[in-house]
């Protein structure tokens, strides 16, 4: 079993910076990717950034402020997102697919508003 715990989110004003944290624990062995998704109201989820064997990807509006990083030791993946504009609000998920299966955390609020 996997267990994911975010921490992080929380309110900003626009221009602001906050940094989400997902540590995985448990049966973790065999990481194939580990990133980060959000879901705003009435819209679907979609990936932010994710880390695979390929590299990192990010969706193009974020590209140039966000910043998806790992501690392998540590089992973490890391979202440093600068420049927060009110769009960026939503409740920010993180992910890791292991050995096939995928897993996501419980779900953090980032509300970006003035």
């Known amino acids: 079993q996997v267990q994911l715990v975010e921490s992080g989110g929380g309110l900003v004003q626009p221009g602001g910076s906050l940094r989400l944290s997902c540590a995985a624990s448990?049966?973790?062995?065999?990481?194939?990717?580990m990133g980060w998704y959000r879901q705003a109201p009435g819209k679907q989820r979609e990936m932010v950034a994710q880390i695979t064997s390929g590299g990192t990807n990010y969706v193009d509006s974020v590209k140039g402020r966000f910043t998806i990083s790992r501690d392998i030791a540590k089992n973490t993946v890391y979202l440093q997102m600068n420049s927060l504009k009110p769009e960026d609000t939503a409740v920010y998920y993180c992910?890791?697919?292991?050995?096939?299966?995928?897993?996501w955390g419980q779900g953090t609020q980032v509300t970006v508003s003035s």
């Open positions: 992910y890791f697919r292991i050995i096939g299966v995928g897993y």
């Open positions: 448990g049966s973790i062995s065999g990481i194939n990717a």
